[in-house]
């Protein structure tokens, strides 16, 4: 038992839950406080991450500007693309929340901006996914009439709705049971560990789960659209995309349970931010590359599968 308490003393005193004895036994001392801090190294290569995927966020937005009237930008839905670029650099900034000493702000923000922040970014890829089957069809004979119901208004209340409902359980988790610091004393007898309880862990698995939802749909989706013509190869991107996203997801939730402690905020902001790039190099980085290293491919004839003779 911690004590104030020489070896040889014939009277000892407990100290308090919050202090510990110090080397010599003789005098209690505040017990230090744990949690992901910027300072640390893996703090500070959580942070520069995070900066590094928002900045790129940035550039490739800049770079789909400034080319949005070409053919690669156009054909694959320019307005849906900026919404997703845009839900990922929230995403990438979202996991800063998660680093420094938990406060009942950022522990009711930390979870709230990552849940709306993803599903408005997986509601757009589910979106941009059926739009690519509907003009597949509609450009069958015959297969025209599905495709007004994909117009842009169509769109854009869809993800609005979808992204309402993460909303709408984001609210309730945090009028009924929000998240809030907490300084564990359990995990370790020297030292405090301070970190953000859930609060509902309903709430913490509706949020995730609605997620997962959206993203094993839209991986569905794209992967029966695998197999479509060459340019409606945007479905094979969004199959690997989605893939690699689910994979760190499901990865996430085993490894989160058995972390104690600041490893646990650890393990959360390193599956934040590798789905992140995971969807950011895959839907982004082919587009990119054809834009700025090969501009021959840029045109509709190269898009609609005419650029090359085949054998």
Sequence with gaps: IPSDCLLDSTECTSCPEDFWSNIHRDQCVPKSK?????????GISFTTASLFGALLCTIVLGIFTRHRSTPVVRANNSELSFLILLSLKLCFLCSLFFIGKPRLWTCQLRHAAFGISFVL?????????????????????????GLKWFGVMQQRGTVVFLTLIQAAVCITWLVSSSPAPHENTEYYSDRIVVECVVGSTVGFGVLLGYIGLLAILSFLLAFLARNLPDNFNEAKFITFSTL?????????IPA?????GKYADAVEVFAILASSFG??????????YIILLKPEKNTKKALMGRGTPRS
């Design 256 to 260: 989160y349970i058995n972390s104690p």
């Design 279 to 288: 969807l950011l190099l895959a839907l982004f980085g082919p587009k990119c």
């Design 121 to 145: 970014c997986v509601s757009c890829i589910l979106v941009k996914t059926m739009v690519v089957l509907a003009v597949f069809k509609a450009s069958k004979p015959g297969g025209d009439r």
């Design 244 to 252: 690699v996203f689910c994979a760190v997801w499901i990865a996430f």
């Design 34 to 42: 744990e949690f992901l801090s910027y300072v640390e190294p893996l």
